[in-house]
């Protein structure tokens, strides 16, 4: 089955918008998996910048149909906030180009509130967006949340189990609010809420969003059947996976390539194409072991030069050398069949770049990532840069020096790079046919 599914492997941000997007030019389906309003992503087409956070990239495709799955968790009002945003720019959002599956979690206006609640009662912040994706997992999995299906029950019934969702957080704001006022923490009370008010958040946002409500499977059994194309969309990336990841400073959902598939309700089976997507370099937003970590000049010129900003908060991203011991890592954990290595354009401008392909643990020298890799320190090899791709539409016509960076990255992890990427528009984007 003609079924591709595109990740990533390092902390998010390396670029999988672009990539499902070039891949959607011949797609009858983009599958959007995992994440929430946290996992924002950037796709450069025709010239025009396009920011989303729920929708899958491939929306700005009107051939396409873009679909948000049972995975993801989607806050209504981002979602039709997004729809009219894309609207307005000229970006066809209608019934027959984007739907999204009944199965879809909702976050609601009190998973923001525990989102900034479980921060500060953290004394190891994890650094989250404040978008309420960690709670609104947190009650999928208590089995309490309410999913885009239930925003069409008897107003009555919808209520009844807001309000039963609603109960420990109450309790819990109730506890915390005290403690508040004897100083205990330095904190905005949280506020009490209402099923009553949530109902009213849900009515507020069905009206733009319940036409795209819809049961996927019958859609993706029918493509399935008739052999179409299918690119499944992972959001955020391996190394923040709940299970796999730098637990806890991890997202709460399962962005490795099993947690995609599962998200997208597609078999493993089916899927013909893993593509790993990672940056010439690596980069992080919020805490957690950074080991190739360059917070200096070098750093700051990376960020400047790629503009490394996240699309969700706008913040900083903490930048640092290619580790390749984590790419590697994930080669068999995500099945990867081939890699795209983006920004290749943006580390060239630099005359030397250091490339980490082990780690000092424990009075030893090893190449795979221990559980606690904050006690990790990088061995680097250096590698010549100093080059320009601008002039480059293949493989062939990069300078010597990219050629051999992309060269190395296939040896050390045994993963054919098909896609690398230039420069940001997704037409600057080399596709090596024979790999």
Not at 132 to 152: A, C, H, Q, S, W
Not at 167 to 172: P, Q, R, S
Not at 245 to 273: C, F, Q, R, V
Not at 310 to 329: E, F, N, Q, Y
Request: contains cysteine.
């Amino acid at each position: 089955m003609p079924i591709k599914m595109i990740v990533g492997l390092q902390y998010g941000d390396e670029g999988k918008g672009r990539a499902t997007h070039y891949e959607a030019k011949n797609a009858s389906i983009v599958i959007r998996a995992t994440g929430g309003s946290n996992a924002g992503h950037t796709v450069v087409a025709n010239g025009k910048k396009y920011d989303m956070h729920l929708l899958p990239s491939a929306i700005i495709r009107p051939e396409v149909l873009s679909m948000i799955g049972p995975g993801v968790v989607a806050d209504v009002k981002v979602l039709a906030e997004e729809i009219q945003k894309m609207r307005d720019a000229g970006v066809k959002v209608e019934k027959d180009n984007f739907v999204v599956s009944e199965r879809t979690h909702v976050t609601l206006p009190h998973h923001k509130e525990l989102d900034r609640l479980y921060e500060m009662l953290k004394e190891n912040k994890v650094g989250t967006t404040g978008r309420g994706v960690g709670p609104t997992y947190e009650e999928k999995t208590r089995r309490t949340n309410i999913r885009m299906y239930d925003l069409f029950l008897e107003p009555n019934i919808l209520k009844e189990k807001i309000a039963e969702n609603l109960k420990v957080y109450n309790i819990l704001v109730e506890a915390i609010n005290k403690l508040i006022e004897e100083g205990i923490y330095q904190e905005e009370k949280f506020p009490i809420i209402t099923a009553e008010e949530e109902y009213e958040y849900c009515m507020k946002y069905k009206g733009v969003i319940k036409e795209f409500i819809v049961d996927i499977y019958p859609i993706l059994n029918k493509a399935i059947e008739k052999n179409e194309l299918i690119i499944i969309e992972g959001a955020q990336s391996f190394w923040l996976d709940n299970d796999h990841g730098d637990y806890p400073m991890t997202t709460s959902s399962h962005p490795n390539a099993s947690g995609t598939a599962s998200g997208a309700g597609i078999g493993p089976t089916l899927i013909k194409e893993v593509i790993g997507v990672i940056k010439a370099y690596t980069s992080r937003v919020g805490n957690g072991p950074f080991i190739t970590e360059q917070d200096n000049d070098i750093g700051n010129s990376i960020r400047e030069w790629g503009h490394e900003y996240g699309t969700t908060t706008g913040r900083p991203r903490r930048i640092g050398w290619l580790d390749l011991v984590m790419v590697k890592h994930t080669k068999n954990t995500s099945g990867l069949t081939s890699l795209c290595v983006n920004h290749l354009d943006t580390i060239g401008k630099l005359d030397k770049i250091l490339v980490c392909i082990g780690y000092k643990y424990k009075n030893q020298d090893i190449n795979y990532v221990p559980i606690d890799k904050e006690n990790c320190k990088p061995i680097y090899k250096e590698l010549k840069g100093g080059w320009n791709t601008q002039n480059a539409t293949t493989f062939e016509e990069l300078p010597k020096e990219a050629k051999d960076y992309i060269q190395f990255i296939e040896e050390y992890t045994g993963v054919p790079v098909k896609y690398i990427g230039v420069g940001a528009d997704e037409k600057r984007t080399i596709i090596r046919e024979e790999v």
